[in-house]
C-alpha cells in the first residue's frame, strides 16, 4: 500500500458560470477534499468517469483500482426510476450523467470491497445499489421539515447510534449533527444494518455493512462542521 492512500471523492455535475463560460462541470465544495487532507490522505476529485467508450459509468473498475479509498458526497435526488419508483411531485433535480456515473463507482467499489464512506446522498445511492428504496419526501413520513427547513438550509439533528456499530465507535452513543436531506432510507438494501436513527423520529439516520471492510453511510452532513471523525475512520480503515 502506497505511504499516503489516496482517495477519491465523487463530484456534484451542473451547469457551472465562471468569467466568460457558462457550461457542465464537475466541483466540490472545499471542505470535503479538505477533510480528507487532514485524515492524513490525498484527495483526488472523481468527475462523472467515461472511458474510451463513452458513456456515464464506463471505467468505473479502473478507477477504483487506483483507488485506496472512496467518498460519495451529496447531492440531488437520486432518479426514482433505479430502484423502481414513480417520481413523488416533491422529489426531482436528478442528474442522469452523475447517477448512472455514481452507482457504477458504488458497485465497483463494493465489488473490490474499497473503503467507503457515504454522506447524504452517498448513503442513499449505496442502499439503492444493493436493491433498497428511498422515502422520497420525509415530511410526508414524518409530519415535519425538520430534517431539511425550506430552502434547503441545515438544522441540528440529535441522533443516538446502535451500540458495537462502527458508527457508533467513530461518533459516540450520542451526537448532534447538520442534517439537510428530505429523502431517507425506506427499505434497506441487502446485508446495511441501521446504526443510528434520529431522537426525534426514529428515521434511519447512519447505516452500515457489516461484511465489508469499512463501509459508513451517514444521512447528515459531516463536512459542515469539518467533523474529522468520519473521514480519519475511512483513512484508518485503508491503512
Given at each position: ?19 466568460r ?20 490522505a ?34 440531488p ?56 428504496t ?24 440529535d ?26 432510507v ?52 485503508v491503512?
Amino acid at each position: 500500500m502506497r505511504t499516503v492512500p489516496i482517495i477519491g471523492l465523487t463530484t456534484y455535475y451542473a451547469t457551472a458560470r465562471f468569467g466568460r463560460w457558462d457550461r457542465p462541470a464537475a466541483f466540490l465544495a472545499n471542505e470535503y477534499f479538505e477533510l480528507v487532507a487532514a485524515a492524513g490522505a490525498r484527495p483526488v476529485l472523481l468527475p462523472p468517469c467515461r472511458d474510451a467508450s463513452g458513456g456515464p459509468g464506463e471505467g468505473a473498475a479502473d478507477v477504483v483500482a487506483a483507488l485506496d479509498g472512496l467518498v460519495l458526497v451529496g447531492g440531488p435526488d437520486l432518479d426514482p426510476g433505479h430502484y423502481g419508483a414513480p417520481l413523488h411531485p416533491e422529489a426531482g433535480g436528478a442528474e442522469p450523467v452523475r447517477d448512472e456515473s455514481e452507482r457504477a463507482l458504488a458497485e465497483a467499489a463494493l465489488d473490490a470491497d474499497l473503503p467507503v464512506l457515504a454522506i447524504c446522498r452517498g448513503l442513499q445511492l449505496v442502499n439503492v445499489v444493493l436493491g433498497g428504496t428511498l422515502h422520497q419526501h420525509v415530511p410526508d413520513i414524518v409530519e415535519h421539515r425538520e430534517h431539511q427547513p425550506e430552502g434547503g438550509a441545515f438544522s441540528d439533528m440529535d441522533v443516538t447510534t446502535v451500540p458495537g456499530t462502527v458508527t457508533a465507535a467513530i461518533f459516540g452513543d450520542k451526537a448532534t449533527v447538520r442534517c439537510s436531506h428530505h429523502q431517507a432510507v425506506e427499505r434497506l438494501g441487502e446485508g446495511l444494518m441501521v446504526s443510528a436513527r434520529s431522537v426525534a423520529d426514529g428515521l434511519v439516520e447512519a447505516a452500515e455493512l457489516p461484511r465489508a471492510r469499512f463501509v459508513v453511510g451517514v444521512q447528515w452532513h459531516p463536512e459542515e462542521g469539518r467533523d474529522l471523525r468520519p473521514f480519519r475512520a475511512l483513512v484508518d480503515a485503508v491503512r
